[in-house]
């Protein structure tokens, strides 16, 4: 592993911003290495004075404060707390964890602050200025390995204190005082807190930052030297896998039981990168999965272990349900409530691993740790055998009450605004005008989106936004939209909402003049591929949270002009195959409604020239002839995503087979 430290750098920031501002520099150096800290995994401290109101100084610890990554954190991230009463709580005999946290905001200088670490206290009995704390992969994959711990010892020596795990907080800070008592700390680089991570500590940023840097890398190569070390890199790109129809339709019925096992829509990914299926392969990969995470904080993400998947998927959902309620049943004191028993990930025997998750920020929170769990996992076994922390140890820290309030703070669930956190739903034409603000309304909402589009171009938007997946793709080719929903059912799991919107407005030509490739282009891409689309997907849909098809038509069906023949008639023909659609899909619970917008000219159809022209073919200013409806109010791409919204989600819940007009009133057609 290499040091990111940069003197040149240090010394900026240090006369800039003071010892603070090196704390800020190197908690980040360590929070960008996903080998050492992974979602909030690990905290860092400073020792100094502060003065107040009085102008007296007084010793301080500042501390990373809950709610704060390593990653992104600054100086407001690491609240100032006494250290006199870190000290003397650290002498109590016993302090309960809801005690701990009452006394840890209790300490602090500024009430405002965030509150400090669960490890406040243990920072402050660490006698050195700068504190750094990680869960690195190296260090607790050999930890969680057979004979693990005789390795760690003989690898460090003296230079390094190795102790058996215990939970973290006030337990913890007392075990490390217990060790501690007498020892020579200018002697000591590191503490290993066996199953958890590594403490280094100095009385400046450089050597504190450096000594970890250098025990891991110690780490790392004695897994190399033991023959165990990986071929494959842990931040491999997720695959834009293609897996066969069947398959699909067996991934949205997992995808449907397991919300159900949840309560609420979910949001499922099949990977199939290297690494998993490499996991998948391995005849003990359902032994394996069972057997225990890297660090016991990750389990408030991905629950203490892993499901298994066979042909049939639903079993083992259903497994894994039984064996977790027995789990809890077997720990549980009379006050515990038994969480969701739905599996946050697992091994899909010969195919790859499934992750689970409420939100799509939160899938990626699974991702990443499942991904760092099963390169530990395989270097454990490569070592001698994976030996994780045992299930009532687990036990103990998942449903420990201060890692469930980390879970309950996190703002994706708590926001009435993303009604559809959860669902997925696919958008055709989504590169610009009302597919690109259907998309974007979706998004907001909290949908995952699948967008479609055939022109590149129009997707660069959704690029670096994980819960978009944004697909080129000619909806009248068969095979490129199969290959678009099997992508999209290995990456969000099914489909709840289908929004078909994507269209083509042929050159005006009278009867007389209309040629023939005119025509059947329009009938094409208006009419057989929404056909064709609805089709594929309602096997989908079938497996759908409150499933909603919205089909975008035109004010043409009801009110027709001259020269559109090809347009008018193929938009007419969609809203009878969207009411026979409604029909049909009834019985199944999807719901399917079509919209009629008109004159929505923010749209790449409508160029400042065309407006022009056809403002003044009409004998109309621009803006006259934009607002020439019934409200004499502009009807914009936006206005058409709100109704999407509406008819997709579950305001609507007891609409199907509907029209709706979205033109600001016409006069032909009221
Ligand atoms: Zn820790």
């Known amino acids: 592993m290499d040091s990111l430290w940069d003197d040149k750098q240090a010394a900026r920031v240090l006369e800039r911003e003071g010892q603070l501002g090196l704390r800020v520099y190197s908690s980040r150096l360590l929070g960008q290495n996903p080998d050492l800290v992974l979602h909030g995994g690990g905290n860092t401290s400073l020792k100094g004075e502060t003065r107040n109101v009085f102008g007296e100084t007084s010793e301080t610890l500042f501390v990373k404060g809950s709610g704060w990554d390593l990653k992104t954190i600054e100086a407001a991230g690491f609240p100032a707390v006494s250290m006199d009463y870190l000290v003397r709580l650290g002498t109590l005999e016993s302090l309960s964890d809801a005690q701990m946290m009452s006394e840890l905001r209790l300490a602090l200088l500024d009430p405002k602050a965030p509150t400090p670490s669960v490890e406040a206290i243990l920072h402050a009995l660490i006698p050195l200025r700068f504190v750094d704390h990680t869960h690195t992969d190296a260090v607790v994959t050999l930890s969680n390995s057979v004979g693990g711990a005789e390795r760690l010892a003989q690898l460090y020596g003296d230079e390094v204190l190795i102790l058996p795990y215990v939970m973290p907080g006030f337990v913890l800070a007392k075990q490390v005082a217990e060790a501690t008592r007498g020892v020579d700390w200018s002697s000591l680089r590191g503490i290993v807190l066996l199953h958890h991570g590594l403490f280094t500590f100095a009385e400046d940023a450089k050597t504190s930052y450096n000594a970890m840097i250098e025990l891991v890398t110690k780490a790392e190569d004695l897994i190399r030297e033991l023959g165990a070390e990986l071929p494959v890199e842990p931040s491999e790109p997720m695959p834009v896998s293609n897996v066969p129809s069947i398959e699909r339709e067996q991934l949205a019925r997992l995808r449907k039981a397991a919300g159900e096992v949840f309560g609420a829509p979910i949001v499922q990914r099949l990977n199939t990168s290297a690494l998993a299926r490499g996991f998948a392969a391995r005849a003990d990969a359902a032994e394996l999965i069972a057997s225990g995470p890297l660090t016991p904080d990750h389990t408030i993400h991905t629950k203490p272990f892993g499901a298994a998947f066979a042909e049939t998927p639903l079993e083992g959902l259903e497994e894994f349900a039984g064996d977790y309620r027995q789990y809890v049943a077997q720990y549980a004191q009379p006050h515990h409530r038994c969480l969701d028993a739905m599996p946050r990930f697992g091994v899909w025997l010969q195919r790859g691993t499934l992750s689970f998750a409420a939100s799509v920020k939160r899938l990626g929170v699974v991702d990443d740790i499942v991904t760092h769990t099963l390169q530990a996992m395989l270097t454990g076994e490569a070592l001698g055998g994976w030996r994780a922390l045992s299930r009532a140890e687990l036990f103990e820290v998942e449903y420990w009450e201060l890692e469930q309030a980390k879970l309950n703070s996190a703002p994706a669930s708590a926001d009435p605004a993303r009604e559809l956190e959860g669902k997925v739903a696919l958008v055709t034409g989504a590169g610009s005008g009302i597919g690109r603000a259907t998309a974007e309304r979706l998004l907001t909402a909290g949908a995952a989106v699948i967008a479609l589009d055939k022109e590149q171009d129009g997707l660069a938007q959704f690029q670096g936004q994980p819960a978009a997946l944004a697909l080129c793709c000619d909806i009248t080719q068969t095979q490129e939209v199969e290959a678009a929903l099997d992508t999209a059912v290995a990456r969000f799991g099914g489909l709840d909402i289908l929004v078909s919107n994507a269209g083509l407005f042929p050159p005006s030509q009278t009867l007389e003049s209309l040629d023939d490739a005119n025509w059947d282009a329009s009938l094409a891409v208006n009419l057989s591929a929404p056909m064709r689309l609805l089709r594929a997907c309602t096997p989908l849909l079938r497996q759908g949270f409150d499933p909603a098809v919205v089909m975008i038509a035109s004010k043409n069906v009801p009110a027709p002009g001259p020269g559109a023949a090809a347009y008018s008639a193929a938009k007419a023909a969609v809203t009878q195959l969207s009411r026979v659609a409604a029909l049909e899909l009834g019985e199944h619970g999807i719901r399917v409604n079509t919209l009629h917008p008109d004159a929505v000219y923010?749209?790449?159809?409508?160029?400042?020239?065309?407006?022009?022209?056809?403002?003044?073919?009409?004998?109309?200013?621009?803006?006259?002839?934009?607002?020439?409806?019934?409200?004499?109010?502009?009807?914009?791409s936006a206005d058409v995503a709100e109704a999407v919204f509406l008819l997709a989600g579950s305001r609507l819940a007891k609409t199907t087979g509907a029209q709706l007009p979205v033109d600001g009133g016409n006069d032909r057609v009221i």
């Open 602 to 636: 923010d749209t790449a159809l409508w160029s400042d020239d065309i407006l022009a022209t056809r403002a003044a073919a009409y004998g109309l200013s621009v803006e006259a002839y934009k607002t020439k409806n019934v409200l004499r109010a502009e009807v914009s």
